[in-house]
Nanobody
Framework: QVQVVESGGGLVQPGGSLRLSCAAS????????MGWYRQAPEKQLELVAT???????DYADSVKDRFTISRENAKNTVYLQMNSLKPEDTAVYYC??????????WGQGTLVTVSS
């Protein structure tokens, strides 16, 4: 089995920063893509950022130049540094890990609230 655990969410004021972490553990042969998604209240799940095993990165237009995704392969961990946060960034953030020979594994989600 594979476990995926996110951390780092919380309440922050507009303009503030947060760093999310997501660690995968268990029976892992190799991790391919790693990514962050979010779901705001009454909205659909949307892609925030992804990073491939080769380091290719993609961002949603709404977070470009504010968010930075990175990964630490030795720890099977992906990070999301979020700066200049806006109220519209409020959502539950989910981590998705694409694992060779196993498929996708999702974390339980971590709530980010941007409010004054």
């Amino acid at each position: 089995q594979v476990q995926v655990v996110e951390s780092g969410g919380g309440l922050v004021q507009p303009g503030g920063s947060l760093r999310l972490s997501c660690a995968a553990s268990g029976s892992i042969f190799r991790i391919n893509h790693m990514g962050w998604y979010r779901q705001a209240p009454e909205k659909q799940l949307e892609l925030v950022a992804t990073i491939t095993s080769g380091g290719r990165i993609d961002y949603a237009d709404s977070v470009k130049d504010r968010f930075t995704i990175s990964r630490e392969n030795a720890k099977n961990t992906v990070y999301l540094q979020m700066n200049s946060l806006k109220p519209e960034d409020t959502a539950v953030y989910y981590c998705k890990i694409s694992i060779a020979r196993r498929g996708d594994a999702w974390g339980q989600g971590t709530l980010v609230t941007v409010s004054s």
